[in-house]
C-alpha cells in the first residue's frame, strides 16, 4: 500500500502529524506532495524532519488564501501530479502495470477540497481527509468569509472520500456538517521522564515556570498570553514563577518583555527542557484542531491552562489536569489558583501524563490510521493488505 500525502501547509502542526503517521506505519510507502510556507519554516529544513526514504514532490502552486486563478492553477498542477503518480488510485511498476493501490491522504482545508474535487475527476476513489482545524473556524477573517470557507467544506463533502478528524472535538464538528465522518486522535511517543537538573538565575527550580511553545501569531493570540501575565505577575514572581514565550513569530512585539520572556526558537531537546521546568502550560490559542504543543506539555508532566476552544477541551478533564477559560480575568483567576499551591500543578501535571499515555500515542494514531487507510481501500473494492487491517484504537463517530 502507498500512501499520497498532499497537504498545502509545509509547516507547524500539520506537518508534524503527517511526520507522526509515517514514522508509526513505516511499513507502508508514503510520498508527500506539499506545498511551502517559507516565512514559516523553511522547506528544505522541514524535509530533513522525515524519515529517510520518503519521496517529496512540490505542489507549486497551492497557496493558503482563495485565489480564483491561483486555485485553479493549483487544482490542474495536482492532478497532474496525482495522475503521474497514481493514475485510477494505483502506483505503476517498472513495466508500466499496476502495482500497490493509493491511498490518497489529504491534509488541511486547501488540500481537503482541491484534493478531492482532483481525485473526483481522475477517478481515484480510496481518499481521506484530515481537516487539521477546519478553516471556518479561523477569527482572523470575517464572518462572510467563515461562511464561504464552510460552503467549501460542505461541498467538498459531497465529492466523496471520508473525513478523518484529528481529534474528537475535529470529527464531531464535521459531523455536524453531514460528512462522512470519524476521528483518529493526535499522538506523541510518551518519552521518560527527565531528572531535574539544577536551578539557575534564569529558570530557578525545577516547575517554575509558565510557558507556551509556538508561533507568535494571531491563532496563538500573544496578546492575551500577555495580558494574563500582566494581571498575575507580581504574585507569581513572588511565589517564583516566570512566564516564558518559546518561539517567535510576526506578532511578538505583542508579548510585554517586561513581564515575559521570548526565547525565540529552540530546538526540540531544548523545548523538552524547558517543558520540564514548567508548572502550567498556559496557551491562549483563538482556535485549534488538536494542538501538538498541548501533547508534548502533557508528555513532560505539565498541568494544563487552556482557552475554551475545539481541540483544547478534548485535552482538559477540568479540575483534574488543568481548566479551560474563556477571558484573560478567568484564565488569570484560574492561574492564581494553580500557582497559589505547588503541589497543584505537580498532581495536574501527573494526570496530564496517565490521559496521554491512555489516549493520545502514537502508537494509538497509528493503529487508528492503520484503519483507516484499510478502510478506504476496502471500500473501493480493492485488496486490502494484511498489515494494513485494523485492529482497534480508531476512534469512531
Not at 286 to 304: F, K, Q, T
Request: charged content about 25%; glycine content about 12%; some cysteine.
Amino acid at each position: 500500500m502507498t500512501i499520497l500525502h498532499v497537504l498545502e501547509p509545509f509547516a507547524s502542526g500539520v506537518t508534524t502529524a503527517v511526520i507522526s503517521i509515517i514514522t508509526e506505519l513505516s511499513d507502508m510507502r508514503h510520498m508527500v506532495i506539499h506545498g511551502a510556507r517559507n516565512w514559516v519554516e523553511d522547506s528544505a529544513a522541514v524535509k530533513k524532519r522525515f524519515p529517510p526514504g520518503v519521496a517529496f514532490v512540490e505542489w507549486h502552486s497551492a497557496g493558503r488564501e482563495i485565489s480564483l486563478s491561483g486555485d485553479f492553477r493549483a487544482l490542474r498542477e495536482l492532478a497532474g501530479i496525482l495522475q503521474r503518480l497514481a493514475p485510477r488510485g494505483y502506483t505503476r511498476s517498472a513495466d508500466g502495470e499496476r502495482a500497490d493501490p493509493v491511498v490518497v491522504h489529504l491534509h488541511s482545508s486547501k488540500a481537503g477540497f482541491l484534493g478531492r474535487l482532483a481525485c473526483r475527476l481522475l477517478g481515484i476513489r480510496s481518499v481521506i481527509y484530515t481537516p487539521h482545524c477546519g478553516a471556518f473556524l479561523r477569527t482572523d477573517i470575517g464572518p462572510a468569509k467563515r461562511k464561504l470557507y464552510r460552503f467549501f467544506e460542505g461541498f467538498g463533502g459531497r465529492l466523496g472520500g471520508r473525513v478523518v478528524g484529528c481529534g474528537p472535538s475535529e470529527g464531531e464538528l464535521y459531523k455536524k456538517l453531514g460528512r462522512n465522518t470519524t476521528f483518529v486522535s493526535n499522538g506523541v511517543a510518551p518519552r521518560p521522564p527527565r531528572a531535574p537538573g539544577p536551578g539557575s538565575a534564569d529558570l530557578p527550580g525545577k516547575r517554575s515556570l509558565v510557558s507556551f511553545t509556538g508561533i507568535a501569531s494571531f491563532q496563538k493570540d500573544p496578546a492575551l498570553f500577555s495580558a494574563i501575565a500582566r494581571i498575575r505577575a507580581k504574585d507569581a514572581g513572588a511565589a517564583g514563577f516566570l512566564f516564558y514565550w518559546i518561539g517567535e513569530g510576526p506578532l511578538e512585539k505583542e508579548l510585554d518583555r517586561s513581564v515575559v520572556t521570548v526565547t525565540g526558537w529552540k530546538s526540540s531537546g531544548e523545548v523538552e527542557k524547558l517543558l520540564d521546568r514548567t508548572a502550567v502550560y498556559l496557551s491562549c490559542s483563538a482556535w485549534e484542531g488538536l494542538p501538538y504543543g498541548v501533547l508534548e506539555a502533557m508528555n513532560a508532566s505539565c498541568a494544563l491552562l487552556l482557552r475554551n476552544v475545539p481541540g483544547n477541551r478534548d485535552l482538559v478533564v477540568p479540575g483534574e489536569n488543568g481548566w479551560l477559560f474563556d477571558s484573560a480575568e478567568e484564565g488569570a483567576e484560574r492561574l492564581a489558583a494553580m500557582l497559589g499551591d505547588r503541589t497543584l500543578p505537580e498532581r495536574m501535571g501527573k494526570r496530564s501524563r496517565e490521559i496521554l499515555e491512555k489516549g493520545f500515542t502514537l502508537k494509538r494514531m497509528g493503529e487508528g490510521y492503520r484503519a483507516v487507510y484499510g478502510e478506504a481501500l476496502a471500500g473501493t473494492g480493492s485488496k486490502v493488505p494484511d498489515q494494513a487491517r485494523g485492529r482497534g484504537g480508531i476512534y469512531g463517530i
